[in-house]
């Protein structure tokens, strides 16, 4: 790999989950870190205070195990993807921004948030996922089925408009009745990644 390393010999590694794909730290590695995390599999900086080689984890344990290295487009910047062993920050935190490493799935996990929010609410006068919740997760179960015999008809159909419509539909209902069950998305993605291997 060619790296372009600056006028002191350093070069910025983003450091990235492979799962999450959420950015946990900012470090500089010289040419001896590179090598030294190729050879170790564990991610090895520079330390521009301590003036060494500073593999992270080596005192807390909280290593960085390396799953990939890429350069950017003008090989002046690499993007690590690791499996981080706890916490990656000095102060504790998931990340250096102290924000939560924890997979996202976009607006869907908006919208998980948001059932969870209403069903503890319990404001079934204004809120319909609350109304839903409270009926039993029977009704729940069975709004899902209604809206899968919707989508089905629509698949069958030649408006597109009304299949998307049923479509999101049918993933808001099962969402509600993954939550009913005390599951999230995260848990069918490990299920389906269990069936991948």
């Known amino acids: 790999m060619k790296i372009k390393y600056d006028d002191k010999g350093l070069v910025p ?3 990235q989950d492979a799962t999450t794909k959420s950015v946990l730290m900012l470090g500089y590695m010289n040419d001896k870190a590179y ?3 190729i ?6 900086f520079f330390s521009r205070s301590k003036k060494r080689l500073w ?3 080596e005192e807390s344990g909280n290593f960085l195990n390396l799953v990939d290295i890429k350069n950017d487009c003008d090989n002046d910047s690499l993007l690590i993807a ?3 062993v706890g916490p990656t920050c000095h102060t504790g935190s998931d990340t250096c921004w102290k924000q939560e490493n924890k997979s ?3 607006f869907f996990s908006t919208l998980e948030d948001i059932i969870a929010e209403r069903v503890a609410n319990k404001d079934t006068a204004k809120s319909y996922v609350a109304s839903l919740f409270s009926k039993g997760i029977n009704k729940v179960a069975q709004k899902v089925g209604e809206e899968a015999v919707e989508t089905v008809i629509e698949a069958m159909d030649d408006n597109n408009e009304l299949f998307l419509y049923e479509s999101a539909d049918l993933l808001f209902h099962y969402l509600m009745l993954l939550q009913a069950k005390g599951f999230l998305l995260k848990d069918i993605e490990e299920e389906l990644k269990g069936r991948h291997k």
């Open 104 to 106: 996202s799935y976009g």
């Open 55 to 57: 593999t992270k984890g």
């Open 39 to 44: 050879e170790t599999k564990k991610v090895t």
């Open 35 to 37: 090598k030294k995390t």
């Open 13 to 15: 590694a983003i450091i």
């Open 82 to 84: 690791v499996n981080p």
